[in-house]
Nanobody
Framework: QVQLVESGGGLVQAGGSLRLSCAAS????????MGWYRQAPGNQRELVAT???????NYAESVKGRFTISRDNAKNTVYLQMNSLKPEDTAIYYC?????????WGQGTQVTVSS
């Protein structure tokens, strides 16, 4: 039914960049927001960045100034441009879509930043 397909993860050296994409498909109505969360081994899943359909953006303090979230509401697609990556950014990144009556998650994509 509803699927979130993520792409763009991978291995990059510290200081490098990656761009994550997430496209939602299926029967989805009244999308409120899309965003990215991440989870490192042994840690709780944490918010990275979210963007509402109206354009309101929230970033985790740890990524402000380095990451940029954007979206295409017509395509139900969200992007995360990650610059100046640090080893502590290493985690599984999950795409999230919050609709009026449901919340959906992607399968996660691994981002690994080496020193």
């Amino acid at each position: 039914q509803v699927q979130l397909v993520e792409s763009g993860g991978g291995l990059v050296q510290a200081g490098g960049s990656l761009r994550l994409s997430c496209a939602a498909s299926g029967s989805i109505f009244s999308v409120n927001a899309m965003g990215w969360y991440r989870q490192a081994p042994g840690n709780q899943r944490e918010l990275v960045a979210t963007i509402t359909s109206g354009g309101r953006i929230n970033y985790a303090e740890s990524v402000k100034g380095r990451f940029t979230i954007s979206r295409d509401n017509a395509k139900n697609t969200v992007y995360l441009q990650m610059n100046s990556l640090k080893p502590e950014d290493t985690a599984i990144y999950y795409c999230n879509l919050a609709a009026r009556m449901a919340t959906y998650w992607g399968q996660g994509t691994q981002v690994t930043v080496s020193s």
